[in-house]
């Protein structure tokens, strides 16, 4: 296993547990106690965790696992939800992406769709995600816009005024959001207040708007508010969703795809 492989998987693993100890770390991962030592070390002076005798935590309370870090969790249903998204975009319509790992797969699924090989343009994209805006601009029927703002290094998302000047003159036909969590009182949320202001915006300028989120992120809060669930208009979602969260969203008039 390389440094790089390695990596992600401490700090998934972490994420998921809130802190590890060395030997234990060696055993999951079938390497020796001093790598994992040396990684720790490599993480922490990233700040990308904190070490403490024995092993490491998180690092802070709102812990964000930056996004080249977020490799395989859920990467089947990630990918059988962005295409269900995908699905719902016709052509020729202006679609609105914000950053994130499902979010980035969606994008991946419109450029493979092949009534969008063509067309003048076959879609306009919105988007303050770098990462996304780099992969569509290859395909030349895609109009792609992207806004302004400072990046933010964790999820490659440009964030602040600049970002709501684009905005804020320009309307899309479905905004697709990537969000941190999704719950029937709480609403939708992301780590980051820059993010979630801008996801606000975004929302506010569609006509309809999808959360494109896997079943780990139902039921769940988060710091900083993007919307009412009230303002969504469809949930797409995996299999392995809790039955009475998907029935508590429908109640509050949501459309609920599960695949």
Known sequence: MSRDARWKALLELLVERGRLDVEDAAAELGVSAATIRRDFDGLAEQQMLVRTRGGAVVHGVSYELPLRYKTARHASEKQRIAKAVADLVAPGEAVGLTGGTTTTEVARALAVREDLASGSPALTVVTNALNIAGELVVRPQFKIVLTGGVARAQSYELVGPL????????????????????????????????????????????ERVVVAADSS????????????????????????????????FEEAGLRVLTV
Do not use: M, P, S
């Open 163 to 206: 970002a709501d000047g684009v905005l804020g003159q320009i309307t899309v036909d479905v905004a697709v959001l990537g969000v941190v969590a999704f719950d029937v009182t709480h609403g939708a949320a992301a780590h980051d207040e820059a993010e979630a202001a801008i996801n606000r915006l975004l929302c506010e300028r569609a």
């Open 217 to 248: 992120k139902l039921g769940q809060r988060a710091f900083a508010w993007i919307c009412a669930a009230e303002a969504v208009d469809t949930l797409v979602t995996d299999t392995a969703a809790d039955v009475e969260t998907v029935q508590r």
